[in-house]
């Protein structure tokens, strides 16, 4: 792993910042989550909410730092929207509408005068299935007991160790090829948080220094496949996939949640 930054008192309070309209943006869409609404007018609906709070999102025109690979185009909408059996970066379309039953990640990520704030959540449309309320369950405790491993000293590597642990007692499998990353003026830098991981692996944390956390868990098995849009990750045996994230901050004495409203 190269340099992780550690940010000033400063630099944290505008990534709070964008934090915040980011969390704010994910409460506001909920009220819209129904059948038949198209996945572009949600993007649509939290693009015009994140401008009209004088931001913009740092998806649109963002070309990817993905190290195992350069996407091909820019992405182009506001937020990825991933249904079902889409792990992550689905792209809201016009001819995508929400049915009951489908669950959805939408993962949201602001610019607040140069700083990001990064995070998703999980949504569901009408009843869903007793396996869709399982792996968004798994995904959500998996993602907690992660979090819960943030504090100075500890290696990067227990975040992954626990994390998998957990899903994988509950017969689920985690992501490898997308993790958890530094967030600062850039939308993808050191350190690139690993889901699953060796114990004890990986540099220790330090205060002051801002990753996300965002297990991708499948109720399958976690081979992906990508979309010939180049952006649209999923399971390659089709299974259902869940994913939640937050921007955290490692504190003097544990970890500040900066995604929340
Ligand atoms: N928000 C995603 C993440 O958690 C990245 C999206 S890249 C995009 O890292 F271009 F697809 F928006
Ligand atoms: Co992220
Ligand atoms: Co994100």
Redesign the pocket.
């Given at each position: 792993m190269g340099k992780i930054l550690i940010k000033t008192p400063e630099q944290i309070a505008w990534i709070r910042k964008a934090g915040k309209l980011t969390a704010q943006t994910l409460d506001m869409i909920g009220q819209y989550i129904r059948p038949g609404v198209s996945t572009l007018e949600l993007d649509n609906i939290m693009n015009t909410f994140i401008l009209s709070n004088w931001w913009t999102s740092a998806c649109i025109d963002y070309l990817g730092n993905n190290k195992w690979g350069k996407w091909a185009t820019a992405y182009t909408r506001c937020t990825c929207i991933s249904l079902n059996d889409v792990i992550c970066h689905g792209v809201p379309r016009a001819d995508e509408l929400l049915k009951e039953g489908d669950i959805l990640n939408i993962d949201v990520?602001t610019i607040v005068d140069g700083y990001f704030g990064?995070a998703s959540r999980m949504y569901t449309v009408g009843e869903v299935s007793e396996q869709a309320k399982k792996v968004i369950a798994v995904a959500k405790k998996s993602w907690e007991i992660g979090i819960a491993q943030v504090r100075p000293g500890n290696h990067f590597g227990n975040i992954g160790y626990e994390i998998s642990k957990y899903a994988e007692s509950q017969w689920c499998s985690v992501v490898r090829e997308y993790t958890?990353?530094g967030v600062w003026v850039q939308f993808h830098e050191e350190p690139y948080v690993y889901h699953k991981a060796e114990r004890n692996s990986w540099p220790k944390m330090q205060a002051g220094m801002i990753f996300?956390i965002?297990p991708m868990i499948n109720l399958g098995k976690f081979a992906t496949k990508l979309d010939r849009d180049n952006w649209t990750v999923r399971t390659k045996d089709g299974s259902l996939s869940a994913q939640w994230?937050h921007t955290i901050l490692v504190t003097e004495t544990g970890y500040e949640i900066m995604t929340k409203a």
């Open positions: 990520t990064d958890g990353h996300t965002e994230e």
